[in-house]
């Protein structure tokens, strides 16, 4: 919002000036009374003390959320801030916000972006005002922030879980119609006098006033509603990220320097994240025979590729605890069965969002 009113006024404000001095000096009174409602807004969200304020830590990680009520009146916004606090060397992701929470409705969010704390720590801060939809007890759901050492591979980093998850809250919303129906009344008007004829043009530049502050009030709700849905994702499917992670893994030359157990276990890793990409099963945090007993159980695989999986794996746990004998050639076979394997069973029909994770669409049986 600051941003739109920083910008966008001055070369508005400068185009119809070429064009028009007096439809400026009707327009600047609207502009200036919209800017000011603005800061308003600004300084009654910045000034807004939190009646609750809760402190989750996990790892690293430090996540303090904060509301402004806990009981509000129906009429009232909530204002909600969450605040995630990391140590140096790790990164955060922030949750993201539908356009509604249950019986609330997102009105806007600013996002204070990142700054480094104490000791070297790495704060941010997003704040949102919330419209409570209905009277009543409601709970306003949890938030997932995950965080991953920076620089570190994605299977690599996601091995641990390294989720923290808050505590839904409930909040009250009463109504006030309910609280104060029997003391409201409606009076007749008294006192109404007719309005001067002389006066007529400040009826005509209120008229106007309202209707360029109307369009105003579009405009700037238009621009948050794309702001919230213009977003694209960026989805890629399962078998184009394994092979960029192959791509990458054969870069590094493991093989060449002899480095047969890192080889190892990368790709294990990579063929474990496609599995669970393209069909759906927690591969990466399961022991083997826990992967082989889920395979098996999920039935999405013929024998023979359920077989060739089985042999991979345990190959590859016999060369992660050093208790077989491995060289170039064996390495290199199981690059080629995971090539195979990826090659056999690729498919478009399943799309993963590159930044969440998320798979977009349900897979068919192979």
């Not at 966008?8 to 119809?16: N, R």
């Not at 990458?248 to 990409?277: M, N």
């Not at 969002?353 to 068919?364: C, P, S, Y």
């Amino acid at each position: 919002m600051k941003s739109f009113g920083k910008q966008f006024v001055p070369v508005w404000c400068e185009g119809i000036s070429r064009r028009n001095g007096l439809i400026v000096f009707m327009i600047l009174p609207v502009l200036s009374l919209v800017l000011m409602g603005c800061s308003d807004k600004k300084r009654e969200s910045d000034g807004a003390g939190f009646e609750v304020e809760t402190e989750y830590q996990r790892g690293p990680l430090r996540v303090i959320q904060r509301l402004s009520k806990s009981e509000i009146v129906l009429s009232d916004v909530l204002i909600l801030e969450l605040e995630a606090d990391i140590e140096s060397g790790y990164e955060v992701e922030m949750p993201s916000l539908e356009s509604d929470l249950g019986k609330f409705h997102v009105l806007d969010w600013e996002d204070g972006g990142n700054h480094f704390g104490e000791k070297g720590r790495m704060v941010h801060t997003i704040q949102y005002r919330l419209e409570p939809l209905e009277p009543g007890q409601w709970w306003l759901d949890a938030f997932a922030f995950t965080y991953r050492a920076e620089g570190k591979a994605e299977e690599e980093s996601t091995i641990v879980d390294r989720t923290l998850t808050t505590e839904p809250v409930k909040i009250t919303v009463t109504s006030l119609i309910a609280e104060q129906g029997g003391e409201l009344t409606i009076s007749d008007i008294e006192g109404v006098v007719s309005v001067p004829r002389r006066y007529s043009w400040v009826w005509i530049m209120v008229g106007l006033c309202g209707l360029f502050a109307g369009v105003g009030l579009i405009i700037w709700r238009w621009s948050r509603w794309r702001m919230a849905t213009g977003a694209k994702r960026e989805l890629r499917s399962a078998h184009e990220i394994a092979y960029e992670r192959l791509r990458v893994l054969l870069a590094e030359q493991l093989i060449e320097s002899g480095h047969f157990k890192e080889f190892t276990e990368r790709i294990s890793g990579i063929l474990r994240h496609y599995i669970e990409d393209r069909f759906g099963l927690r591969a990466p945090e399961r022991t083997t025979e826990e992967f082989l007993v889920e395979v098996k159980a999920a039935k999405v695989f013929e024998d023979r590729t359920r077989d060739d999986l089985a042999r991979f794996m345990e190959h590859c746990d016999l060369v992660k605890f050093a208790r077989y004998p491995s060289g170039t050639e064996q390495m290199n076979e199981s690059l080629e069965l995971v090539r195979t394997f990826i090659d056999r069973s690729k498919s478009e029909l399943c799309k993963i969002d590159v930044k969440t994770g998320q798979r977009i669409m349900e897979t068919e049986a192979v």
